[in-house]
């Protein structure tokens, strides 16, 4: 992994980290934000990997200089990745280097009351020790709580850095003691060239994907050739359902609730091509489906703008049973035919 300039399209919140590093004062805790897939994690482990970098200059014996402790002559501001301490921490092997994530739906607490007893030792041999609690979101009250007491007196030489999608997702006495740092969605622009270059994507499809994954990376990445060629089913479904054709609805309901990730993948490109009716009326040059305009230019006359947000309800009432476990079948049965009366 290089440093920092491997992060793409987040040049504000890298001018930041960097910063923090050459001027050797960093707070004790951030708060990384924004969705799934835009460099978050990407970039507290690189913020780690400099903040105890070997490459540059002999090992200094840590300061606590009041607040992080970083030593008053760090000012390494990239990672050199070739260091023992660089090296540990792009392997996941570094003892000073935390990692905290969900166990199952959330962070419990007794995740948080371990985290504690490891900070109340001193760090085993980092410059500064750093914990990276993701999906912070997902921490219960109690694990809040106990992890308040933390940033309440912040343990030397400890950096804590939280990733959510939004502050507002955290409790505010724990987000009002992080510095939040937001990270934007990545470029459609950026995503295309990205998948085109390192993936091999058609330009194209390049275009489409990155459309579809609404500025996350990671998203781009997982979206394959499989859900263009789904898409296109998928459209030729929606377009020939018919409230009078009971039987069709329900064969189209019944192949859609096989699996339930497959399922959710559907939900995604159904209501992208229903946006792109909703955007295509007034502005057709900024549709997700670019390579279907010529279909959608006699597609879009059909739906009302009602009728356009009556679908968009319906198949966030789909994604939420389920996501809450609910029978798949029956759900794609009561959407398929609501989708074709309104
Ligand atoms: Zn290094």
Known sequence: MPGFESITDQKRPVRIL?????????????????IEGVGKQTAAKIFAMACNCLGEGPEQPPVNSGKTGLPDNHRISEPCDICRSCRKILS??????????????????????????ILSLKPYEAKVRVVIISDAQAMNVAAGNALLKILEEPPDRTILILTAAEKTDLISTVSSRCQNIKFNPVSRKKIAQILSERKGV?????????????????????????????????????????????????????????????????????????RDMAVFRHSPGKIIFIDLSDKMRTSYKKHSEQSLISKFEEIRMARQAIRANGNLRLTAETLVLKLAQI
């Not at 003892?95 to 007893?117: F, K, N, T």
Request: hydrophobic share 40%.
């Open 18 to 34: 960097t910063a923090f590093l050459r001027k050797g004062t960093i707070p004790h805790a951030l708060l990384f934000t924004g």
């Open 202 to 274: 058609d330009p194209v499809d390049a275009d489409i994907f990155a459309g579809m994954s609404n500025g996350s990376l990671s998203g781009a990445f997982n979206i394959s050739g499989k859900l263009l060629k789904k898409r296109d089913w998928l459209i030729s479904e929606l377009e020939s359902l018919s409230i009078n054709d009971t039987g069709r609805c329900l064969a189209f309901a019944e192949r859609l609730s096989k699996d339930k990730d497959d399922f959710l993948d559907s939900l995604e490109a159904i209501d992208i091509w229903y």
């Open 92 to 117: 996941n092997s570094h003892p000073d280097v935390i990692q905290i994530r969900p166990s199952g739906y959330s962070i419990r607490i007794s995740q948080i009351r371990d985290l504690c007893e």
